[in-house]
């Protein structure tokens, strides 16, 4: 079965660069959600999108900006790195927002040097 | 705040023992606990989950307890594997007002099955 697809698998910045991440949702899932997880901690949640409108928004940083577009993939912009920018940035999906299973992906591994 | 409190940090059982790992939320307004199983590297695969409206729910090895009134649930793995090795998250969740389900995680537990 397709799984959520998640690109780069890896990416190593410098301070004040910009990074893009982009998610790919499994097939006929319309809602995407971001999540961040940081070393040895639990995934938070960052922000979401149904049918291209952003749906509910956690603890983003202002630096930070994101989108769904018409194919229902989503991007994640991250501007100004921080040296705590540094973390797995997970995307999951869903159906649609009723359904509360989310599928996640393999993730983005961002380190800020 | 942690809005979901989980417990142990870290377990170590043998293989064929039965690993329990409980938490505990304050939201009543929660209805869906899953519990996600996360191997280095990768991203969190669910498991397995329940609504409030049953005290159990079983899949395969995986049993979830659930007691509403303690606003407190756990997993339990049966006959336990060193491929069950992985960081288990409980998580929960609800109809936030507006269109999606965000997830609020537990701190994880690091679960090590000695062969």
């Known amino acids: 079965a397709a799984g959520v697809i998640q690109s780069p698998r890896h990416l190593i910045k410098e301070k004040r660069e910009t990074a893009t991440l982009k998610c790919y949702p499994i097939p006929r899932h319309d809602t995407v959600y971001w999540y961040q997880q940081g070393p040895g901690q639990d995934p938070q949640f960052l922000i979401s999108f149904y049918e291209k409108m952003q749906s509910d928004k956690g603890s983003i940083p202002d630096r930070f900006s994101a989108q769904q577009f018409s194919d229902y993939h989503s991007e994640l912009n991250m501007s100004s790195l921080e040296l705590g920018d540094s973390a797995l940035y997970f995307c999951?999906?869903?159906?649609?927002?009723?359904?509360?299973?989310?599928?996640f992906g393999p993730g983005t591994r961002l380190t800020v040097t | 705040q942690q809005q979901v409190k989980q417990s142990p940090q870290s377990l170590i059982v043998q293989k064929g023992g039965i690993p329990i790992i409980n938490c505990a939320y304050e939201?009543?307004?929660?209805?869906?606990f899953p519990w996600y199983q996360q191997f280095p590297g990768k991203g969190p695969a669910l498991l397995i989950a329940?609504?409030?409206?049953?005290s159990e729910k079983k899949e395969g090895r995986f049993t979830i307890s659930f007691n509403k009134s303690a606003k407190q649930f756990s997993l339990h793995i049966m006959d336990s594997q060193p491929g069950d090795s992985a960081t288990y998250f409980c998580a929960a969740s609800r109809i936030w007002g507006g269109a999606t389900n965000k997830l609020i995680f537990g701190t994880g537990t690091l679960l090590a099955v000695q062969p």
């Open positions: 939201n009543t307004a929660f209805d869906y």
């Open positions: 329940i609504r409030p409206d049953v």
């Open positions: 999951a999906s869903s159906p649609d927002p009723n359904t509360y299973e989310q599928y």
